[in-house]
């Protein structure tokens, strides 16, 4: 009975809430997703290019094309573990400010190079501020936004990564590697910009006891008329029955262990799921399908990814994190299947045979569409969701460093998997991380639509929440 009350009362205030600025606010902070799909996107036009170039001292050969493209991951691991101090010490915005640096002067490192390796402090430079990035936003949007809309605003930031991956494959193939990292420069220099007129986030600024200035942002993102007090006192609640500073001990409490393990798990699955070493490979297969233009076929994943993360944003609130992660784990785990009969048939034939090609495309297209209805973006999102807020940088910290250490290993490793367990035991070993992740995200995944981020932690302590 008291529970309806809490929903009714809770539905009642937030009819009052104008969401035009905080729409604004996430716009301009998602501006740091799109620039580090820059730097993701960013290799597959450049490698191509650089391995052909005629400056030798630019050249790249094949060992230092795969650092090229991988060592963003090295950067981006570290960026994670800075990022998770920034936002504690110096706060949600600023650190978000501070990302347009690393982003900047990497790309400008990469424009100006004279050598090899200062393409590689250049890649390492974008990755730490993606990793930063990676981060900061996905905290920034959910302390933001309200349980109405947390879910769609928190998946626009998968929607900017791929939006920017496929924004320089499509500058790939009009510009040069140099102009493409001017292009790459735009984002970032926005980002700066347009967050200096946003707020700090609610709840970072009840943390340090800033009451007032709590109040005044909570007022820019919900309008004129929104129960402000109302919020900010159910956000102290929160905060004072957790006490303010992260201590080792906490880990004993289940409001802590319990998301952080489901949150590393996650992370861990997404990357052995094998999407980046799919990604990788995209271009091989078109060709291998007698697509005459590989960098075209980047671009149609590119595409794919865009149009059903679009989709995941739009029905994130209604249909809920967990039907959208199962739905996307069978699908990847039906494709990495096929993707490994289709080798597995590949490797029976005396010749490589055209007529299988279809079967390599459809498993691309169908594993592209699943990854980006869930795993692609949920991950990130129910990151930002489920911790409680004094331990969300540290334990942010440790998903993003395992997200990209995973990715790290498994791009750099990749082709000496496929050495030693075929590519057919690759992709079903790839299969079989998809399998498992259905079964955790059935067994362990809590539903997040709709709840507020104090309902979540509760959820965790066994409490039925505020
Ligand atoms: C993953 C990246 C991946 C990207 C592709 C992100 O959610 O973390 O590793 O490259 O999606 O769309």
């Known amino acids: 009975m008291a529970q309806r009350k809490v929903h009714e009362d809770m539905d009642e205030q937030v009819c009052k809430v104008k969401n035009r600025k905080l ?8 501006l740091g997703p799109m620039s580090f799909g820059f730097v993701l996107g960013y290799s597959s036009p450049a490698i191509p290019e650089l391995t052909k170039i005629e400056d030798s001292r630019l050249r790249l050969d094949d060992n230092q094309a795969s650092w090229f493209g991988s060592i963003v991951t090295v950067g981006a691991a570290l960026g994670g573990l ?72 928190g998946s626009c930031v998968q929607l900017m990564v791929v939006i920017g991956i496929m924004g320089a494959y499509l500058g790939g193939l009009f510009m040069d590697w140099r ?14 910009v347009f967050m200096s007129f946003m707020p700090e986030t609610p709840r970072f600024l ?92 980047s671009v149609i994943v590119g595409l794919i990814q865009v149009v059903f993360t679009g989709v995941a944003a739009l029905i994130m609130d209604k249909a809920g994190r967990k039907v959208l992660l199962i739905i996307s784990g069978v699908a990847m785990a039906i494709s990495t299947t ?29 594993f592209i569409t699943g990854f980006a209805l869930g795993w692609g973006p949920i991950p990130w999102l129910v990151m930002s969701e489920i911790f409680p807020v004094k331990v969300r940088g540290v334990a942010s910290a440790v998903c993003v460093l395992t997200n990209w250490s995973i990715a790290f290993v498994v791009t ?23 399998i498992l992740n259905v079964i955790f995200t059935m067994v362990f995944v809590p539903e997040t639509k709709g709840k507020t981020l104090e309902q979540i932690e509760a959820t965790f302590r066994g409490m039925s929440g505020p």
């Open 82 to 153: 800075i990022g998770g101090w920034m936002v504690e010490k110096i706060g949600r915005k600023v650190s978000l400010m501070l990302c347009a640096l690393p982003f900047v002067s990497g790309f400008t490192i990469i424009i100006a190079a004279q050598n090899v390796w200062m393409f590689y402090v250049g890649r390492i430079l974008t990755g730490l501020a993606s990793g930063i990035t990676s981060l900061v936003v996905p905290v920034y949007i959910s302390e933001m936004a309200h349980e109405k809309v947390r879910g769609t605003l």
């Open 412 to 434: 750099k490793n990749f082709q000496d998997m496929m050495n030693l367990l075929t590519s057919a035991g690759t992709f079903w070993l790839f299969a079989s991380m998809c």
């Open 179 to 192: 102009w493409l990292a001017i292009c790459c420069s735009i984002p970032p220099t926005l980002l700066m």
């Open 206 to 297: 009840l943390s340090q006891g800033k009451r007032r200035e709590a109040v005044e942002s909570l007022r820019f993102l919900r309008g004129p008329d929104a129960p402000v007090e109302w919020e900010c006192a159910r956000i102290e609640e929160a905060c004072d029955e957790q006490g303010s500073k992260f201590q080792l001990s906490d880990l004993k409490d289940p409001g802590v262990y319990k998301p952080l393990v489901i949150g590393i798990m996650l992370m861990i699955f997404q990357q052995m799921s094998g999407i980046n070493a799919i990604m990788f490979y995209a271009e091989n297969i078109f060709e291998q399908a007698h697509f005459k233009q590989s960098d075209l076929a």
């Open 23 to 30: 729409y604004l606010a996430t716009l301009a902070s998602v």
């Open 338 to 366: 096929a993707f490994g009969v289709y080798f597995y048939l590949m490797s029976l034939l005396p010749e490589p045979h055209g007529d299988l090609a279809w079967m390599a495309l459809a498993s691309i297209a169908v």
